[in-house]
């Protein structure tokens, strides 16, 4: 036909490709030789469509077979590409590369036999400088989205490192497009800190981040290090800002290897602070605090003698725009830091930066004012020397800071008082808290019922800094509440401003900073962001209040409940969903609270209205959890319905004892299970995909780590559902074994031998949930068969944690697993000796899991102590001997102090075992005690204790009892290896 037929049969083919392709799967053979002919010849606009169609097809063929027949095309698609830029057809070309893009992020191992001579194409058009830009950001486009498909292509891009060396030079060069623009030397406020930057700058900025990020170091830092360093040692100060920049960039992406080089990269950037041309010095105090992020806290461990004393200095810097970016750069640096590294440089920084909150310029004092908040937030008490003369000053700034130009100075002035409130603690701030918060209510109320103006920060600061000043003064926050919660919930209520129309219609050039667009099918989606981001800290702000004021946030848990409770399902902000997930079971937690403790005035707010609350958040988290498909949110709803799960399905024990009731009926109960599976589910199938993609041709090291991250990701996921699970178990005990047992083809995937470490973890610590909580009796003996060789197997891995689920476990089996314990007796005997008697059993890493091991050693004896001597072929004494000249535990300060109690247990009634054959082992019980009392106890010291207080004093009384019947030699004995102050612990403790 006629061309403009042949485009719209084109143009059809691709439509129905997109939503019918199964009805074109039978004529595939007709179509590919069809479709090379009208790519490779003809008018541009046809073959543009024939390419729109391949790509179609490409993209939305389900089976490889089918895809891999439009591989031989590829050369023709790219031919059209570069014939359509020989025609000076622009336009056409950006179709074309814009559909190339598409099938790169979609099937981007359709191109991999063609990758070399694909990517080549897209780097002569990068490179080349008379294309127009859109044109050449799509060529650079293509070629960082193969970069970043790393579930479906991993590690393809790093084996041709060549190229990804040109589109750095290519990348570097863009950086150069900067102009030293009189408004960037302005400095009054941030507007113009881009001034000067032009598109192909911030184009080459962002992806030399997605590039690092997606490649990582092995590959990154060898592809741009060279042409960083000619950059460096360039006279152009341009040359030496983009080097700079582009450190700045790639910090994230590479800080595996970066890390190892501190010292060479603090004495670069140390040295640019004194560059002649300003704009280079910004860069470089930039890239400063770039890295203090990205390498932290190990650059400011390492670096910090060289770091903070440039930064000091560069906040005298003439620049008014370096000296500010200076403060910034410390916030990065503070943040990264304890309070002991901060010490010697206190008194000189502090000094500085109250000089700077008298700068002529306000983004200088701006810049101080959040160095200072962060200063103060590292320091924490070590600030207090320096609260009485930094105080007055914040307060002048928020009571004397009135006009508009004003407002920014005045909330960073409320953000620096409340952080410093909190580092020195209540009884210090609560003067001048009292005065903050009566400035602040006036500060509201002024404003009153009138829409502050966008650019207004004041809100988002003031209803953080309420919240902060509420965590420091607790309950004496509670008089506050009836003036910051209106507000609060005004703003936490807002609704979002959404524009939809036409993705063809033309961008609003006039379109506001605080506008984020995003292109869904064939729509466009404008957001206010500003309103977003002010709906989101209220959010947080009440989650707070009621995190911390418990019961005392009685008055307003229905109406939160009510605000919060549809907001789990807040499409357009994550920090708003997690934050209302977070919030939910903090108010169940308060009205359970408010109820028990009499503060529930209503007289229908009574247990049925904590039922009520907790099933109606349960089911809102169900429903999210269902959807959800981000793993930190994912973690935050599960971690929310546990806490849920807490209050309605206390401790049997608890229930038994007339303390709690369940409030949980069964069809929540029924709910959660089925959410529970479905989650459990899903991570099977997550980890078998990630084992699929370890298997591909390409996969390598580099891979590798990213898989485990995955993994670890994973893996903080189905421990949140572990914790429900055994959240259940505690109240249910044994009635809880139907339901498990539908989860248990799952959990039992995830112990494959292919799946992660971490993964086994957790399925073997559901499991010893199971027995534990439940196997009360026997009753979970029955599911020995199918976890006790995971369980031995587990016992002897080299990774720790999941060495230390697996000891602790088969403790746990021995204590509850009577008679069926027997046949697994001698093998898990064999499993535990290894563990404690292996090399460097006692180091950091491994002193948990040893410490685990030592306790389960107790168990069996203690609790299968009638079968030792079948089992092992030896008394049973021989194995308690053993196990005691292993105590006392010092490390895992939980099993420390369960296993301490149980001791004390045990001589407190005589028990022939451990006292030995004519109490033979009283001199190795008196070093047991006097070893595990060094640590003191709780209520007396600071320290880990490893006794709690109860177990502490009965210790003292039987080693009181024991002074008198050892010989006092023997005796003596019993303190040998306590140092000076572990010896005055003991002498204290014993003289009371």
Known sequence: ??????????????????????????????????????????????????????????????????????????????????????????????????????????????????????????????????????????????????????????????????????????????????????????????????????????????????????????????????????????????????????????????????????????????????????????????????????????????????????LLAAMDDPSMRVAAHATAAMVNFSEGCDKDLMQPYLDALITKLLQLLQHQSKLVQEGALTALASVADSAQDLFQKYYSATMPYLKGILVNSQGKEDRMLRAKSMECISLVGMAVGKDVFREDAKEVMGVLNNLQNAGGAQKPESDDPTTGYMLQAWARICKTLGEEFVPYLPYVMPPLLTSASIKPDVTIRNADDADDEEESDDVATYDVGDQKISINTAVLEEKATACSMVLCYAEELKENFYPYIEQVAEIMMPLVKFFFHEEVRKAAAQTLPELLVAAALSVKKGKATAAHHNAQWVKNLGCAFVKALLEVVEDESESELLCAELESINECLQVLCPPAEDVAGGKEQVLLDPTQLEACVVQFEEVLKGSVERSTERIERSKTEDFDEEEREELQAEHEAESEVLDAVNECIGTLAKCLKSQLHPYFDRMLPYILQLLSEQSSSDERRVAICIFDDIVEHTGEGGAANKYFPQFMPHFLSAAVNAHDDLRQAAVYGVGVCAQFGGAAFVPYLAPVAQALNACVSAPESRSEDKAAATENAISSLGKIVIYQRDNIQGALGQPPEVLADFWLSLLPLHDDIVEAREVHKLLVKLITENDAMVLGANQKNLGELARIMVHALSEGVPSLTKKRALVTDETGAQMVTLLKQLQGALPAEQFAKAAQGLNETQQKMVQALLSQ
């Open 1 to 310: 036909g006629a061309d403009p037929l042949k485009e719209v049969a084109l143009n059809v083919f691709a439509q129905v490709a997109m939503y019918k392709v199964e009805t074109l799967v039978p004529h595939l053979a007709q179509l590919h030789p069809l479709l090379g002919q009208l790519l490779s010849v003809g008018l541009i606009d046809v073959r543009v469509a024939a390419l729109r169609a391949t790509a179609s097809f490409v993209q939305a063929l389900e089976e490889p077979a089918h895809r891999d027949q439009f591989q031989g095309l590829i050369p023709a698609m790219v031919s059209t590409l570069m014939d359509a830029l020989k025609a000076g057809d622009e336009a056409a070309a950006q179709e074309a590369l814009d559909m190339l893009v598409e099938v790169a992020g979609t099937e981007p191992r359709f191109l991999r036999k063609q990758l070399e001579p694909v990517c080549q194409a897209m780097l002569t058009i990068a490179a080349e400088e008379k294309f127009e830009e859109g044109v050449r950001h799509l060529a650079i486009e293509f070629i960082v989205t193969l970069c970043e498909q790393r579930e479906k292509a991993p590690g393809m891009m790093r084996k041709i490192p060549q190229y990804i060396g040109q589109l750095c030079n290519i990348l570097l060069k863009m950086l150069l497009d900067v102009e030293d623009d009189p408004d960037w030397h302005t400095a009054t406020t941030e507007e113009n800190e881009d001034a000067g930057n032009s598109d192909n700058f911030h184009v080459a900025q962002e992806n030399l981040d997605r590039l690092s990020c997606a490649l990582r170091g092995k590959t990154m830092l060898p592809a741009v290090t060279p042409s960083m360093n000619t950059l460096l040692g360039h006279a152009e100060w341009s040359h030496r800002h983009a080097a700079l920049t582009c450190l700045a960039q790639i910090a994230e992406g590479c800080e595996k290897q970066l890390r190892k080089s501190t010292d060479e990269i603090a004495d670069m950037l140390v040295g640019r602070f004194q560059d002649p041309h300003p704009r280079v010095r910004w860069a470089a105090v930039n890239a400063t605090g770039q890295l203090c992020t990205d390498l932290g806290p190990d650059i400011q461990d390492e670096q910090n003698t060289k770091l903070l004393p440039a």
